[in-house]
């Protein structure tokens, strides 16, 4: 290897010269090589160090936000206070904030009980989805199970109150469920809260005088709310419970199946079938007594084609009950796949898909976000813990937008297909001479 340029001076005497090699490419490119190097180490280091910075500076600025969320709900304007709702509402439905939350129960925990209590219908509807969004987050523990004791008399109260808004008492029975089916661990709290809802939706059973089983709008949205909440708390009802529930509600329910609103057929004949499903699971020899006379009534939903009902409401209606009939008739379910990031998730029971229907309807957007990191959520439909997974690989299981539209394109297209070649079309054949 080339040696380096050197100066030696003795005693001061004549200076001594020797020969000089030019510095070579190959002593460039390795000193090249090794400042780039430490530069490139020291530089990653120091990105690293600002980006734990940043993220830790915009935690605490997110936090103190939700801070003064919290704190506003306690202010005497209800604009502020519904804001603070919204606010609350928005962070629990798209973030995991456990630590942050337990630290605050009691305080969020007495802010919503004082919006249901003072609060008019916007702001209590609000206070109650973010009641439920509270026990989500602490998930199934002690401190859920607080909150759900402290609210459940309040939306008791609101329920039975005949004087308050339907939308408030529909948003008050959902949350009502959703409470106790994340924090309840007692049987008797199960039974008592089942028992809430059943009082308001069993009023709605048609008696043997009546041509349909409601009197008003108010009433029937009302019933179909309390309704959905009791099926909810039906998946996680112990066998205890059941047999009961079927002598009850099994002759009765298909009486809601002649209801004038789409939306309570809907719902009832979901029930049945799940109702139908957990007792085969029970049972294997399992018989239903008016078969012939239930499967005539969902055969003439499923193929419904009254000119009277709305288009939408008629396809509605044949789409849900053509699978409600499969699995009374059959036992069977289709099954459907839910993505999210690198996984997935199949729903391939009524019992699923009646605890992810409600999952969805209160996180919304951020549904794939707890399917992903939320402890709980994941733990009701057995995915087990949280995939560690880094930036680059969330980012390799994203698809591009150029792609989503391509492939929306297609299904798109083959849908229209599809359809134009089912489609009934009418032809002109004119007059004949």
């Known amino acids: 290897m080339p040696k380096s340029k050197k100066r030696n001076n003795k005693g001061g005497g004549g200076r001594q010269h020797r020969a000089v090699q030019p510095f070579s490419d190959e002593d460039a490119s390795i000193e090249t090589m090794s400042r780039c190097s430490s530069f490139s180490d020291s530089t990653s280091l120091a990105d690293e160090v600002v ?19 919290i704190d506003s709900t306690l202010d005497k304007s209800a604009k502020v206070r519904l804001s ?50 509270l026990c989500i987050q602490l998930g199934s523990s002690i401190e859920s199970e607080e909150v759900f004791k402290s609210l459940r008399p309040i939306f008791k109260t609101i329920l039975f109150d005949e004087s308050v808004s339907v939308q408030t008492r529909r948003a008050c029975a959902t949350s009502l469920a959703v409470c106790c089916y994340v924090a309840a661990d007692d049987i008797e709290d199960l039974h008592l809260t089942m028992t809430y809802l059943e009082t308001v939706f069993t009023t709605s059973y048609q008696k043997e005088d009546q041509t349909d089983c ?55 004949g979901e029930t049945m079938a799940l109702l139908f499903e957990l007792a085969r699971d029970m049972c294997d020899d399992f018989e239903y007594e008016d078969m012939e006379l239930l499967c005539g009534k969902l055969k003439s939903l499923a193929t419904d084609g009254n000119k009277y009902r709305a288009k939408t409401d008629r396809k509605k209606q044949r789409s849900v009950f053509r699978d409600v009939l499969k699995t009374v008739e059959e036992g ?41 990191a939320n402890e709980f959520v994941r733990s009701v439909f057995e995915l087990g813990p949280p995939l560690l997974l880094d930036a680059a690989t969330l980012k390799a299981a994203k698809t591009s937008r150029i792609e989503r539209h391509f492939y929306n394109a297609a299904v798109c297209k083959a849908r229209t297909k599809a359809r134009n070649k089912f489609r009934d079309k009418r032809l002109d054949i004119g007059e004949y001479v």
């Open 51 to 69: 980006d734990d910075v940043d993220e830790e500076a915009s935690q605490e600025d997110y936090e103190y936000k939700l801070k003064g969320f």
């Open 214 to 268: 409601f009197h008003s709008t108010q009433t029937t949205t009302l019933g179909i709310s309390t309704l959905v909440a009791w099926t909810l708390l039906l998946t996680i009802c112990p066998p205890s419970l059941m047999k009961k529930i079927f002598q009850t509600h099994l002759t009765k329910l298909p009486s809601l199946l002649s209801c004038g609103d789409v939306n309570m057929r809907i719902a009832a």
């Open 84 to 133: 603070a709702l919204e606010g609350l509402k928005s962070a629990f439905s798209s973030k995991i904030l456990y630590d942050f939350i337990l630290e605050r129960r009691v305080t969020l925990t007495d802010s919503i009980e004082r919006c249901l209590k003072k609060g008019k219908s916007e702001e209590q509807c609000i206070a109650a989805h973010v009641a439920s969004l």
């Open 332 to 372: 069977d379910f289709d099954p459907e796949t839910i993505t999210f990031g690198p996984e997935c998730m199949y729903i391939d029971s009524w019992v699923k898909k009646r605890t992810y229907e409600t999952f969805k309807e209160l996180l919304a957007s951020g549904v794939r976000f707890h399917l992903q």
